[in-house]
């Protein structure tokens, strides 16, 4: 907005350039016309490498693993601490007791300061410090100006040590939990991808299963406390810091806040990694008799990111998704069948992942969407792509590398994953040169394997009256399976 004062300076500008053209003789060159190129017609230069900024990998004599990646670009400094725990490692009867210990960690505050006076601190520097457990890892991480660090990063490091699980933020938390299972078949999509992870996996399974009320109900302080003991050891800690800092300043503030960390005694121990494995296959719906479209998802069990062909199984997903894939181009523009069709085959690091097909459409469309979706799976097994697809697809994967690595944070952040999971540091430049010596014939072969049309899951969370054909014409031999939301009530 241009203030009042100040209103007359466009005018008087105009008038000085109207001056200065009638009193010096000056006229503006005429606009030359510019003819718009063909897309085909843009050239572009080449993309840049992949630059690993230097950085320093060290171990305390407590165990914890220590990155160090320097950046002096801004005056800020971020990290985190990657503890090896999750929340599928916790018993099936206390199924959120991961979540909920992560959020307490930084919720509750520390035995040091309260809860209110941590909030405090941080909001008095504008850092933050934030902690979380998901499904495979743990971690607690901060942001700070440099000017801060000390003061931030031991603040960061007194959350990591010694929470205090203040009892009246766990029953806060606990009551979040609560209202989100109320809430949880709101939203039709996320019925569909809770539902389909508890078809292939299996609903007792710690990759599927949700928490319920009577979980939450069994969760204690003294079972978020033992938990968290066996969860966050220096030994099953990496910690991971970039930005604007000295390194010999900051090796010794890392010295002085975790170099007299120890795990507390006798603490418990977390159970080995569980297996992954597919449960059934078949044909299942959701009944929703409120809704107008259609929402589909299709697939099975599929394999780890170490996989021999992962990199033919990540140029395939480039073949059948995106503006130019088979699914877009077929199911969506040519068929009309389609608001949104993808199908992936999402590899984990360490337990076997889904490959996960599907999209949404009209209610009338659901049969024929899911038979087109079918045959596009069938194609990709049954002949290969054509050159013209595989150059794209190519082009597309080894193109996004760039962004994966546009900070230093982003690549320290890859680094510490790859030690996490027992990947070699160098795994992303050898799937980089996996891209681009791959060819049709190995991604055929790749999806032969991979891809298993008699395994597959299909569910629809959809209006069952206006689904015509019904569902049953997917399977003659079979029957559509009703599948259950309703939610289990907590005891009075």
Do not use: C
Not at 103 to 118: E, K, N, Q, S
Not at 166 to 180: E, M, T
Not at 459 to 473: R, Y
């Amino acid at each position: 907005m241009i203030t009042s004062r100040f209103r007359w300076l466009p005018l008087l500008l105009g008038v000085l350039s109207l001056a200065t053209v009638l009193v010096l003789g000056w006229s503006p060159a005429p606009a030359s016309a510019v003819t718009a190129q063909h897309y085909t017609e843009l050239e572009f230069p080449p993309l840049r490498d992949i630059q690993i900024p230097d950085y320093e990998r060290y171990q305390l004599p407590n165990g914890l693993v220590v990155y160090l990646m320097e950046d002096h670009e801004l005056p800020l400094v971020t990290g985190s601490a990657t503890f090896r725990t999750g929340e599928r490692l916790v018993p099936g009867d206390q199924t959120g007791l991961g979540e909920i210990t992560g959020d307490a960690m930084r919720l509750g505050g520390t035995v040091t300061y309260p809860a209110d006076a941590l909030n405090l601190a941080l909001e008095q520097r504008a850092a933050s410090v934030e902690t979380s457990i998901d499904m495979d890892s743990g971690t607690a991480s901060f942001n700070t100006l440099t000017e801060d660090l000390t003061d931030v990063f031991t603040l960061f490091a007194d959350v990591v040590q010694r929470p205090a699980f203040a009892p009246d933020r766990i029953d806060f938390l606990k009551n979040q939990y609560r209202g989100s299972i109320q809430r949880r078949n709101d939203n039709p999509d996320d019925i569909a991808s809770r539902e389909f992870r508890k078809l292939v996996y299996g609903d007792s399974s710690p990759y599927a299963r949700t928490y319920e009320f009577s979980t939450i109900d069994n969760i204690s302080r003294d079972d978020i406390q033992a938990f968290y003991q066996a969860s966050v050891k220096p030994e099953q800690t990496i910690l991971a810091i970039a930005g604007d800092f000295d390194p010999e300043s900051m090796k010794q503030l890392i010295a002085a806040q975790f170099g007299n960390w120890q795990a507390a005694p006798e603490a418990p121990t977390l159970p080995p990694i569980p297996d992954a494995t597919q449960a059934q296959a078949g044909v299942f719906l959701v009944d929703q008799p409120q809704l107008t479209q259609s929402y589909v998802q299709i697939g099975h069990i599929a394999g780890q990111r170490n996989a021999p062909d992962y990199a033919e199984m990540a140029v395939l997903n480039e073949v059948l998704n995106g503006f130019g894939g088979r699914l877009f181009n077929e199911v969506r523009s040519s068929q009309g069948l389609a608001y949104v069709v993808y199908a992936f085959w999402a590899a984990q690091y360490d337990y076997d992942g889904i490959f996960i097909g599907g999209g949404q459409t009209r209610s009338e469309a659901t049969v024929p969407f899911i038979e087109s979706v079918e045959d596009e799976i069938a194609k990709v097994r049954q002949a290969p792509v054509s050159e013209a697809e595989l150059q794209r697809a190519q082009d597309s994967v080894l193109n996004s590398f760039v962004f994966n690595f546009q900070s230093p944070e982003q690549t320290l952040s890859r680094l510490v994953r790859y030690e996490y999971y027992g990947y070699p540091q160098d795994f992303v430049f050898q799937f980089r040169e996996a891209i681009a010596n791959t060819t049709a014939a190995a991604i055929q072969a790749a999806a032969q394997q991979h891809l298993q049309p008699d395994n597959l899951v299909i569910l629809v969370v959809g209006n069952a009256a206006d689904i015509t054909p019904p569902l049953s014409a997917l399977t003659p031999d079979q029957t559509v399976t009703t599948v259950d939301i309703t939610i289990p009530m907590p005891e009075a």
